[in-house]
C-alpha cells in the first residue's frame, strides 16, 4: 500500500532462528556514521511536501471507505454478519490509522518536508486526533533517538537490571503471567507511558507527559506542552460532542476500538524493534551514540510493513538518519547493509512469535559472567 511510486526492493532472505538470535557486535563498528551515509543515494534524503502529502491524502481516502462503509451498511447486515463486520472495520481501521500515525511521527523528526512549522502544523493536528500530545510525544522521542541503548539515559522500554526486578515478576515468568503481561501492555500500556512514565527511564519524581513542568521538559519546551494539552483537549471534547449526538456505543465502534488497535500496534513496533536477545544495552561507562543506534532490529509485519510505511522493516536506517522520509527509507536500507555487515539486525521471526519470544527471554538485562564492569548487558530471563 501507499502512493507516490515507493521502490520496491527486493526481501531480505530470512535468517534462521538461530542465526536471528545471534549477538550482533558490541564493539567499536570498523566505520563510521559519514561512511554508512556515503552509501546512501543523495536522493533519499530529500523531502517532498507533494509526496509526503500523498501518503497521507492516501491514508485518509481509506479511512474515510471504511469509515462510510462501516456506518451506512453495516446496520442493514443480519446479526450474524455484523458480528464479522465490525471487528474486520476495527482491524483495517486500526491498521490504516497506524500508518496516519507514523505520518506523523514522520512530523516529530522533520522528516515531512523542509519547513519545520508546516511539520509540526501537520503533526500536532494528526496526533491531536488520535488522543497523542504531539509536542509532548516529539520532544521525548527526540531524547529516545539520541540515548538509544542507554541504561541511563534512554526514554522508552529501557530494561531492567536484575536486582531492579519486582519480586512479583518470578510469577508472571510463565505462559499465563506473559498472556497477562502482553494483554495489559497492548491494551493500556501506552496511555499509561504518556500518564505515568510506565516503561520510560526512571525521574527523581513524577514524570508525565501532559505535565508542562515535569522532569521530561525544559523550559524552553513548556508552552509547546501546554499547545499539545490543547489539542488533545478539543479531539476529547468533540468526542464527547459526537457521543451525545450519536450515542457513546456509535463513537467506541467507529472509533473508539480503532484507537485501541492504534495503540497497541504503536506498542508491538516500539518493543519488537528495541526487545531482541541479540541486542546489547550500555551503561553510562560503554555507550555512544553511535552504538545504541546500531542497537535496534527490522522486523517483517509481511504486508503491514506497507500499511505502516515501512516504519517497521527499515527502523535501523531511521536511527542513523531519522530526518530521512520514509519513502526512501527501503532503498536506504538496501544501501547500508553491505556497509553495516553484522552490525544489521533483521528478524523475519513472524511477530505473534517474536512477541512470545521476547516476552519469555528478555526479562532484565546483565553483563555476562566475567564481564562485570565493562559496561555491555544482554537479555536474560532466569529469575
Given at each position: ?11 531480505t ?6 542465526q ?7 564493539s ?50 443480519p ?31 522533520h522528516?515531512?518536508?523542509d ?27 527526540r ?17 531492567k ?17 506473559r ?14 507511558y ?8 526512571p ?29 488533545v ?11 451525545l ?15 485501541l488497535?492504534?495503540?497497541a ?23 555512544d ?23 517497521t ?6 536511527h ?6 520514509h ?23 513472524p ?5 512470545w519470544?521476547?516476552a ?16 555491555v ?7
Amino acid at each position: 500500500m501507499g502512493a507516490g511510486g515507493r521502490m520496491s526492493v527486493p526481501p531480505t532472505p530470512k535468517k534462521s532462528e538461530f542465526q536471528s538470535l545471534k549477538r550482533v557486535p558490541c564493539s567499536k563498528p570498523p566505520f563510521t556514521l559519514s561512511q554508512v551515509k556515503k552509501a546512501i543515494p543523495p536522493h533519499c534524503f530529500q523531502r517532498s511536501v507533494l509526496r509526503s502529502f500523498s501518503y497521507l491524502v492516501y491514508d485518509f481516502i481509506l479511512v474515510s471507505l471504511f469509515y462510510y462503509v462501516a456506518t451506512n451498511y453495516f446496520h442493514q447486515l443480519p446479526h450474524p454478519l455484523s458480528y464479522v463486520a465490525w471487528p474486520i472495520y476495527w482491524a483495517v481501521q486500526g491498521s490504516v490509522l497506524t500508518g496516519v500515525w507514523v505520518i506523523a511521527h514522520e512530523c516529530g523528526h522533520h522528516a515531512f518536508s523542509d519547513y519545520q512549522w508546516l511539520d509540526d502544523t501537520v503533526g500536532l493536528v494528526l496526533h491531536s486526533s488520535l488522543l497523542v500530545p504531539y509536542f509532548s510525544w516529539k520532544y521525548s522521542h527526540r531524547r529516545h533517538h539520541s540515548n538509544t541503548g542507554s541504561l541511563d539515559r534512554d526514554e522508552v522500554f529501557v530494561p531492567k537490571q536484575k536486582a531492579a526486578i519486582r519480586w512479583w515478576a518470578k510469577y508472571l515468568n510463565n505462559p499465563l503471567g506473559r498472556f497477562l503481561t502482553l494483554t495489559i501492555q497492548l491494551t493500556i500500556g501506552w496511555p499509561l507511558y504518556l500518564a505515568f512514565n510506565v516503561s520510560g527511564r526512571p525521574y527523581e519524581r513524577f514524570a508525565c507527559h501532559y505535565d508542562p513542568y515535569g522532569p521530561i521538559y525544559n523550559d524552553r519546551e513548556r508552552l509547546q506542552i501546554y499547545i499539545s494539552d490543547a489539542g488533545v483537549l478539543a479531539i476529547t471534547y468533540c468526542l464527547y460532542r459526537l457521543a451525545l449526538a450519536k450515542g457513546l456505543a456509535w463513537v467506541v465502534c467507529v472509533y473508539g476500538v480503532p484507537l485501541l488497535v492504534v495503540n497497541a500496534f504503536l506498542v508491538m513496533i516500539t518493543y519488537l524493534q528495541h526487545t531482541h536477545p541479540s541486542l546489547p544495552h550500555y551503561d553510562s561507562s560503554e555507550w555512544d551514540w553511535f552504538k545504541g543506534a546500531l542497537a535496534t532490529v527490522d522486523r517483517d509485519y509481511g504486508i503491514l510493513n506497507k500499511v505502516f510505511h515501512n516504519i517497521t522493516d527499515t527502523h535501523v536506517a531511521h536511527h542513523l538518519f531519522s530526518t530521512m522520509p520514509h519513502y526512501h527509507a527501503m532503498e536506504a536500507t538496501k544501501a547500508i547493509k553491505p556497509v553495516l555487515g553484522e552490525y544489521y539486525q533483521f528478524d523475519g521471526t513472524p511477530v505473534y512469535k517474536a512477541l512470545w519470544r521476547e516476552a519469555k527471554e528478555c526479562i532484565y538485562v546483565e553483563p555476562d559472567k566475567g564481564e562485570q564492569g565493562k559496561g555491555v548487558f544482554w537479555y536474560r530471563n532466569k529469575l
